[in-house]
């Protein structure tokens, strides 16, 4: 089992920055892939983001393309955290985000087996 925790959400202006933060903890090393994904109220959960940890800070990533040169995901494993780290933010980045972990290896597969709760992103325009 694996609980997570997500937070840093908040209001910010188009343009500006926020870094989430998504606290892991329980059987982390069962988890290899830890992902972001985002939701507004009508539409389906998003994918934004996903790292596969190498066991050092550091590992394989992939993005949506929506958020490509904008976000950057990582995972701390002293501190079994994984944040997104969001830059030149627009409106349509408001959402609900949510962090979560899987089993499996791949990246593009998008199907998480644990789920943190979500913390909300505002973007004014």
């Known amino acids: 089992q694996v609980q997570l925790v997500a937070s840093g959400g908040g209001l910010v202006q188009a343009g500006g920055s926020l870094r989430l933060s998504c606290a892991v903890s329980?059987?982390?090393?069962?988890?290899?892939?830890m992902g972001w994904f985002r939701q507004t109220p009508g539409k389906e959960r998003e994918f934004v983001a996903a790292?596969?940890?190498?066991?050092?800070?550091?590992?394989?990533?992939y993005y949506a393309d929506s958020v490509k040169g904008r976000f950057t995901i990582s995972r701390d494993g002293a501190k079994s955290t994984i944040y997104l780290q969001m830059r030149s933010l627009k409106p349509e980045d408001t959402a609900v985000y949510y962090c979560?972990?899987?089993?499996?290896?791949?990246?593009?597969?998008?199907?998480?087996?644990?789920w943190g709760q979500g913390t909300q992103v505002i973007v004014s325009s």
């Open positions: 979560a972990a899987k089993y499996g290896t791949s990246l593009l597969e998008l199907t998480y087996d644990d």
């Open positions: 790292i596969r940890w190498n066991g050092y800070n550091g590992g394989n990533t």
């Open positions: 329980g059987r982390i090393f069962s988890r290899p892939v």
